[in-house]
């Protein structure tokens, strides 16, 4: 493994972060995704396989771009093209007990990834199995290539999903196709993704990036206060009851109205202009 060259801010052990991003060639004659993070996952050697160390790093970058007022969307991808992230650091979970599981805190980071408020968007190509899978459910929108396999094996190896996969893939296929995948452990491909609703988009393999940035821009253009209050509570319909949701809805929409971009936004529809939002 080699190490991040010190001189580089933005580069960690892991994880290389690429803020703006620079845009695909598709949205020329820009050079630079203005508002949008690229963070990358970089363990090429173990097909990007998630070590405790890799996912606290991983948090630390989200939490800091989440706090840059600069930024407005991230898109998370795994170097090279074999793999977003082949699944946990299986020789780092084979030494762990139940015991030293519950009394250690190296599963927090899943809760502080959960946690990011700016709109992420999973770029997937090649393998997203076991850990890797449940990382790419946890974004909010899911770019494919069609060279990308998702699924949850961890039952062949005697364990069940931990962080998150028995209750995201459910709630992204339903509990029937979730119970087959996950008590069988197969995978499935891009297309079969796509059909179940795992996945935003499907397309071809060496655009996946590119495809996830152009949608990351498109986001990155909107209000950034309106953009995150939407996202709360579309999240939110997954795991409150209906009256609940529309009871937060309404407030989160009321909200919105104490604000700046409100104004401006109704103030430029109705003169007819581009509207300028300042996220405030």
Not at 63 to 78: K, W
Request: charge should be negative; glycine fraction near 10%.
């Amino acid at each position: 493994m080699t190490d991040a060259d010190p001189a580089d801010p933005a580069a960690g052990r892991y994880i290389r972060v690429t803020m703006p991003a620079v845009a695909p060639a598709s949205m020329a004659p820009a050079d630079l995704v203005t508002g949008v993070a690229l963070v990358t996952i970089h363990r090429p050697e173990a097909l990007n396989a998630l070590s405790f160390d890799l996912l606290r790093e991983l948090a630390d970058a989200l939490e800091v771009l989440d706090a840059d007022p600069t930024c407005r969307a991230i898109v998370l991808t795994g170097a090279g093209t074999r793999a977003f992230a082949a699944g946990a650091d299986i020789r780092e979970l084979a030494r762990q007990t139940a015991a030293s599981l519950a009394a250690g805190h190296d599963f927090d980071a899943w809760g502080r990834i959960d946690a990011i408020g700016l709109p992420l968007i999973a770029a997937v190509r090649g393998f997203a199995l076991g850990g890797g899978c449940e990382l790419a459910l946890a974004c909010d929108m899911l770019i494919a290539g069609d060279d990308a396999q998702f699924g949850q094996p961890e039952i062949k190896l005697g364990v069940m999903p931990g962080a998150g996969g028995t209750q995201r893939l459910t709630r992204a296929i339903g509990a029937p196709r979730a119970m087959e995948l996950i008590l069988t452990g197969r995978t499935m491909g891009a297309d079969e993704a796509l059909g179940a609703g795992l996945v935003t988009k499907v397309v071809p393999a060496a655009t996946t990036v590119d495809a996830a940035l152009e949608l990351a821009a498109r986001i990155a253009a909107m209000p950034p206060l309106a953009v995150r209050a939407a996202k709360d509570s579309v999240r939110a319909a997954a795991e409150l009851p209906l009256a609940s949701g529309l009871a937060a809805e309404r407030q989160a929409f009321f909200a919105l109205f104490d604000s700046h971009d409100q104004r401006e936004g109704m103030a430029a529809f109705i003169e007819k202009r581009p509207a300028v939002w300042t996220g405030s």
